[in-house]
């Protein structure tokens, strides 16, 4: 008798779409595990027949279906739903005489993220600073170099606020506000292929899922890829109807030849 193997080391994509849209599932990027956690609140009737105790009956009921997810790459709408937020895509521009409020110390933050800048003068426009001597650029502006001109004007001006004028040009950018709305439901294909066992696909399908925000979050990492980790509630989808048909998930397992 020929004995079969049901091993299992799967990888795959994970694709989402915004539940009930109907539109093509997106892959959301690498992602190093999915892991299926099923919650039970366990009902029990001991057994009073004999002193011996026991029990006699015993009920689990489920209290939750939750995806422990741990994204590796971070595209823009999906950053946007870890965070609860809103993704807008703001084009590459040019910006005349921003006004700002200049410090020897720290950075002097821009509206806009700066690609090249062309100038800085005091506010009036009539003293130009030139960059290195004066001013360097940072990722989100511009930072006053001690020792040059910028910094004498500032300090030359005592008490009284000292403000520059900044021409410069900006990147395209996707600009991501969080906590601007409650989370958002999603439907995830997870599409898989097993490496052991049957050696054939796998597919499972979360019909409606709340994504939480995310729990951890790596600005910083040398040591390894960043990771965004964090939860999906599967919730009830009724419009998923018929007999024998679930409205939670679905799991195909591609059959091996017989």
Known sequence: MTIKKETVVIGGHLKAREQGSGLPFQKVGL??????ATETNSLTLNDTTTPQGGEYDSLDRVTGVTLNINFR????????????????NVAAATHTGEIKRAGVDGTIALDHMPLTISGVSNEAGDTDFDEDDDWIMTGSG???VAGGALEAAIEAAGTTPYNVSVDY???????????TN???TFEFLFEGENAAGT???VEARFFMCRLNLATTMDWINTEDFGAFEATAKVLRDDS???????????????KAAA
């Open 31 to 36: 992602v190093s595990t999915i892991q299926h």
């Open 199 to 201: 050696q054939k696909r």
């Open 73 to 88: 790459e971070i595209f823009s709408w999906v950053f946007a739903a870890l965070v609860w937020g809103d993704v807008t």
């Open 169 to 179: 040009s900006s990147a395209e950018v996707d600009v991501i506000e969080a906590l």
């Open 240 to 254: 998923r109807v018929g007999a024998g048909t679930s409205k939670y998930f679905r799991i195909k397992k591609e």
């Open 142 to 144: 511009i930072q006053v």
């Open 182 to 184: 409650s989370g958002k």
